[in-house]
Every structure is written in C-alpha cells, then in structure tokens.
C-alpha cells in the first residue's frame, strides 16, 4: 500500500478578512473530506479592518464560494464601487477618476485611447473620464449590474464592493463553521518547530492546549507570529519608496448621497480615504510620521468628515514591504502577516484572495516540494513589487511643491520598472501590461493621465485614420456612454431596489 502523504490537518492563526477567507475557499475547495481545517483566533485581539473598498477580481471569489451577491451585500452594510476619484494628487484642486472597465472602444485593433490621445493633444476631446462608463455614472452617482445589451456598454459595467470588513469577517465565519471549519478561541502563545528540519509541528495556546497540524496558514496581521517570531523570515522595507506609515481610521455617520465610488483625497503628508456603506462611511488619514506628527494628522482627519464621528480614532502603525518569503517551510502568511501595502488602490483584500487561488495550484502533500515552494514565491513577488510600482506612481508623478513630503516624493528614486513603464508612457504612449500582472494597461493610463503625463505621441497607425473620422468616433463613444448612463439608477436607487441592510441601533 502507499504511503499517504496528503495533508491532513490546517491550521489557520489569527481570523479577520484574511483568516476567514482563507476558511471560506479551503473549506469549499476541500469539501471537509480532503483535510481538517481549523482556525484559532482570540476576540481579544482586534484587527485592523481598514480593507473595506475592493476591486472586481473579488466578483470571482464571491462565485467561487456560490454566494447570493444581494444577500453578501445586504449582511456587510455593503455598496457598488465603480472605481477610485483621486483628489488633490496632481495639484490641489484637480481631480480624476481611475475608474473600472474599458475606455472606449478599440478601433482596427488599436487601443481606443491612441486616437483619443491624437485629439486630446490637439486640444479637440474631452477628457479620458468621458469615455469610460464607469467614470461617467460615478460622476453622476448612478449604477446597475451589466446585462446582456448587445453592444452597448451597459453590457460590461465593471464594479465591486464596498463593505464593513468586521461584518464581513462574521458573514465569513458563518459561511465556514456551517460547512465544516473548527474555530478555536484562544491567543498562540509559542510555536514548537521539528529540531531537524525547522519546520512548525504544533502551536500552544494561552491556557497550555497544544493543537498540531501539518500546515499552517499565518493570518496574524503586522506580528506575523508564525511566518516571522517562529520562522524569522525576515521583511523588505519599502518606506524609502512609500513614506506613509500611519494611518488614522474613524467611522462617521452615513451622508443621505452614496457615492458608487472610493474617494481618495491627498493632504500635505498623505491622504485621506472615504468608503460610503449603507450604515455610516468609513474614513482614514494615511500619512508619514516623518512630514507629520499624529495630532495634525488626526485634526485633518475630522475636519473633513461628512458627518458626526461614531467612535473614536484608531491609530495603526505599518512599515510598507514584504516578507522575504511568503511561503516558508510549511508555513504561508496571507494577508498583513505577507506584507503591507496602503490601500491606495483597494489592492489588500485582492491580495488575500490571489494569495488562496495560488495556494490551490501549489497545494502541498507532506513532501512540500521545495520547487513548488519557490515557483509560489516567484509569482507572489512579482504581483506585490508591481502593485508596489503602481502605488509609487501616485506619488512620485505630481505637480504638488507645497510641503517638504511632496517636494521629497517628487525627488526620490524609483524601482527602474517603474522607471521603464513611465518613460514608454511619454514617448509614444505606450503601455504594456507585463506578464499578469494586478493592474491593465488602462488602469496605468488613467493615473498617468490623470497625474498629469502627457505624451510626446502616439501609435503611428493611428495616422491612417482622419481627424474628422476619429472625431465622429469618439462622439459616438461619448453618446453612446452618456444614453447608457441616462439608462441607469441611482445607486441608492439600486440598493433600495435590490439590497437594503438592516438599520443597525
């Protein structure tokens, strides 16, 4: 008979967003046959929660766990999201949107954006947001689901979520213990390693119980309990790119207007976030200890709320980067414990997710092969550095000279990828999306543009259209887009419509 070598047991420490939903997917992709799955965590412990705008790739993880989306949205307080407005990035005053889906539509296999780009420089378009659906509802504060229409844009709207994480967290958790998931209360005190090969045999919790397994899932938040104080990974640091490592959070009262969209707004060292769910809006005030001390920055904060604060302001520290591996022995960080990125772009729930979705393709036996090992590593390295160039790109493009934090992230050098990607950009407009990475070549285009590159030129094919067809064009585009709007509800039309929440006391 042969030996089996199938993994057995998971523990999961420490829940929250990443811990639960790690539970969720493990106990829906292994049907509670394949293997044990328990997760420790203690209420005592709070998590940070500040993950509440998403992007659409969290549309798959929803699919994958079969969830009723209205009932996902009414349970988290949630709201539609069409994508991010940018306020006070390239100068105070300016604005744009990095907004979800396709800019126009391409023509004779040319990208939209380089005929727009021919009649933007000669003064004769509107603005990028103009043609983009998403940005043009979010302006104007509709939205609905996609649906088959032939081919109008309506077709493919592209949104995701805004939602209470905490709540999220409870939805999740419900999701995984009626399927299968063991939770235990409890805080990790000491971890116990096999002498000879370092790998992590068994966890202690407070009151002496030992729970062993034969893999483990590091959802600890910043401490990283296992993949750091018992692996001692180690961490890249990313402060010298991303200064930010503060943030103030505080919830205040909903406003009666739900923007279908996260704003962003930048402040003299940093900048301010606000996420509208049905129950109150979430706000934060991300800066840099090093241009502010922590009373500014919580003054701005609550000057520039919409309404009454609901509790007091949180303050959390970080130190942007990595861990050195992801993927240790038999340990995986998911989560803050693999690395913290602001969330500037709503990229850290994405990243808990592509974190489990590889974990499904590397799925471990007892041997865990060291080659798999590394090839997980490989591509969770190369997803976070460029999601770290694209953050990066936001502060470093600007025309902002009004304080010493601006005037520092105008000066500092950058990774040269980045370096590459803004330079093509300038000379002939050019955007290349490499290998998979986490953002389109749109998404690039929309935050250059929007910071203000402007390219030397364009795709030469263009050319071979006239000024005059290309104009009708973009008009098309621009009418077409705007009936499709006008077609639209309100997006408090939507939820009212389809998934009111609960009035919470």
């Known amino acids: 008979m042969s030996e089996d070598n199938r993994i057995k047991k998971i523990i999961i420490v420490g829940g929250g967003t990443s811990g639960w939903m790690s539970a ?11 293997c044990e799955i328990h997760l420790i965590e203690s209420e005592d412990i709070g998590t940070v929660g500040v993950g509440e705008a998403t992007i659409p790739q969290i549309q798959m993880f929803n699919k994958l766990l079969d969830l009723d989306e209205d009932e996902f949205v009414r349970k988290t307080q949630g709201t539609f999201k069409l994508g991010i407005q940018f306020v006070n990035w390239k100068q105070i005053g300016q604005k744009y949107f990095h907004a979800f ?37 979010s302006d104007r504060g509709k939205f609905m689901r996609p649906f088959d229409a032939g081919n109008s844009p309506l077709t493919n709207i592209a949104y995701a979520f805004h939602f209470d994480a905490g709540l999220y967290a409870r939805f999740l958790r419900e999701y995984s213990e009626g399927r299968g998931v063991v939770r235990t209360e409890g805080k990790v005190v000491s971890t116990q390693l096999n002498s000879d090969s370092g790998f992590i045999e068994s966890v202690t919790l407070e009151g002496g119980q ?18 750091e104080e018992a692996l001692q990974t180690g961490y890249e640091d990313w402060t010298h790119w991303l200064p930010c490592d503060r943030a103030i ?12 969209y996260t704003r962003s707004t930048a402040h003299s060292a940093g900048w301010q976030w606000r996420i509208p769910l049905q129950h109150r809006i979430g706000n934060g005030h991300v800066f840099s ?9 919580e003054t701005i904060l609550l000057k520039n709320l919409d309404g009454e604060p609901l509790a007091q302001p949180r303050q959390l520290k970080f130190t942007t980067g990595k861990r050195k591996k992801f993927w240790n022995k038999n340990c995986l960080a998911i989560g803050l414990a693999s690395g913290f990125m602001e969330p500037l772009e709503s990229t850290s729930i994405h990243l808990v997710q592509s974190s489990i979705a590889r974990l499904m393709t590397f799925f471990p036996n007892k041997h865990f092969a060291q080659e798999d090992i590394d090839e997980f590593n490989n591509q969770a390295h190369f997803e ?6 694209f953050l990066i790109l936001h502060y470093k493009v600007t025309e902002r000279d009004d304080s010493d934090f601006w005037r520092y992230c105008r000066n500092m050098s950058i990774p040269d990828t980045l370096t590459q990607k803004i330079e093509q950009f ?19 285009l929309e935050v250059m543009h929007g910071q203000g590159i402007r390219p030397e030129g364009y795709h030469p094919l263009v050319d071979l259209m006239s000024k005059e067809d290309i104009a009708n064009r973009l008009e098309s585009v621009k009418r077409v887009i705007d009936k499709s709007v006008d077609y639209m509800p309100t997006h408090e039309q939507f939820i009212a419509e389809n998934c009111p929440a609960k009035k919470m006391m």
């Open 289 to 297: 200890s090093q241009f502010m001390a922590e009373s500014e920055a």
């Open 210 to 227: 030992k729970i062993e397994a034969d893999f483990f899932i590091d959802c600890s938040g910043f401490r990283g309990l296992l993949i």
């Open 426 to 444: 300038k000379r002939n407009g050019r955007i290349f999306r490499t290998s998979n990475e986490m953002f389109s070549d749109l998404s690039w």
């Open 249 to 260: 959070a505080v919830p205040c009262a909903s406003a009666p207007y739900l923007t279908p």
């Open 24 to 34: 969720a997917a493990l106990i829906k992709l292994l049907k509670d046959k394949y």
């Open 384 to 389: 976070f550095d460029r999601i770290r160039d």
């Open 101 to 137: 889906g396709d800019v126009g539509r391409d023509i004779e296999s040319i990208q939209f954006y380089h005929y727009w780009l021919k009649l933007f420089k000669l003064g004769e378009a509107q603005d990028l947001g103009e043609y983009t659906i998403s940005g043009v509802a």
